[in-house]
């Protein structure tokens, strides 16, 4: 007998068969393989478990396959800079590949290479050879990329799940400067909106707080329930059913697929309830719930208690009701908040109600 494969996956990144195409990757890939397009640099945000690794990539991967182009995904939390350097060093087409920029206190060096700091001189603490230069990793980025665009090659920069560390601004200061410069390179980020918005701040990134956003929004509740009744084997009443749980979060519906893949033949979506919530608890809303500020956190409840969700309903439940304005933007800026009806607002989430009910207080 041969066993089937889950479609369904929980693999950051990857969808598998399950994949639900929203047309973001398609929109990003387009323009950046179009000449005529000017769109160097996107931003891909959305909710915590709603598929922007998926989105980032597919883009990464379906580029990496085009002729001429050079991908690069690099990692939030390294030394962004210099990872792309030593990956660029790797090309064939790299032919001085040295890079000299370590400085110490020797008092001695042979080769004459000096180096000027305040009043005192302090000299290069490796021998410089005839053929080794002294470059700033920018200047040296730069003049690898131009190489590389001589080449006839584009170069693609990529970051999962971004966040605000000094390095990370320092590559995107010079990838906004090689843009200016006129040089064939594009940035693809994903992030928590809150993320993103933490370079606003910086006045040498108003490149980066313009560029194109795109949010990961909900899936669209037909493509769910075929892909549920398509992969799963089942009618479309029971894909309806199992839609109406996931409720568009792309991670619930993974996750529900999953186990309803695994579930015995005598058990019911009842019974993979328990297990579905769990997941989703431990994985995905744990971090949501710790990224709120208290005030955040007052608001949810409140929009989770109001009886039909009304504006009306959420302020009278609030300590302050004047401040339901602020955090209002704040939520929907999260992607955590619907306010898709004029005068209503509600948490799309499945079981996030139970969520807070239960692990709301810790």
Sequence with gaps: MTLKTDPFTRTPGIAGRAYIDNGIADEIIKCFLDEESAKFVFKITGLRGSGKSV???????ELKDEKNWLVYPLSASGEAVRTLISK???ESFIDDKTVTTVTGSATSVSGGALVVSGNETINVQKTISDNERLYSEEATLTNMISIANKKKYKVLVGV???SKTPDMVRLLSIIGSMILEGLRVYLVVTGLSENIEDFSGEENLSFFKRADSREVSELNKYDV????????GIDLQEARQLEEISRGYAYAYQVLGSLYFAKAENETIDDVIPDFERILFRDSYELIWRSLSKGEKEVVRCILKAPHGRTDEIRALMSNPNTYPVYR????NKHLANADSRG?????????DRFVEVWGDD
């Excluded at 329930?225 to 799963?232: A, E, N, P, V």
């Excluded at 933007?329 to 929907?332: G, T, V």
């Excluded at 209503?344 to 079981?351: D, V």
């Design 55 to 61: 989105e980032y990539g597919r883009i990464i991967r």
């Design 88 to 90: 660029l060093s790797m």
């Design 160 to 162: 999962d799940d971004i």
């Design 225 to 232: 329930t075929y892909m549920y009744q398509k992969l799963l």
């Design 329 to 332: 933007s704040r939520l929907i």
């Design 344 to 352: 209503y607002l509600s948490i799309r989430l499945p079981s996030f």
